[in-house]
């Protein structure tokens, strides 16, 4: 009976481990998707930043001559 005594908390310890282990992984990619929602703000910025930059620089060719 002892035996079985030491198993059964042996696995229940295992088994709280893992779910432990779980919720640390969920956690963490919650973390990442909260992270990554704003990247598509960012992209869209730097996409306008590009072309204002290469605006910018057809501007710069075409009304200064090159030395």
């Known amino acids: ?3 079985y ?3 059964a908390g042996q696995v229940q310890e295992s088994a709280l481990d893992a779910a ?3 919720n640390r992984f969920i ?3 919650m973390r990442l998707n909260n992270e990554m929602k704003g990247m598509g ?3 869209a910025q730097l ?3 590009r072309r204002t930059a290469d605006n910018l620089d057809s501007l ?3 009304y200064l001559p090159r030395t």
């Open 1 to 3: 009976m002892q035996c």
């Open 5 to 7: 005594n030491d198993v």
């Open 20 to 22: 432990s282990k779980g």
């Open 27 to 29: 956690n963490a990619c």
């Open 41 to 43: 703000s960012l992209a």
């Open 47 to 49: 996409k306008l930043l």
């Open 60 to 62: 710069v060719t075409r």
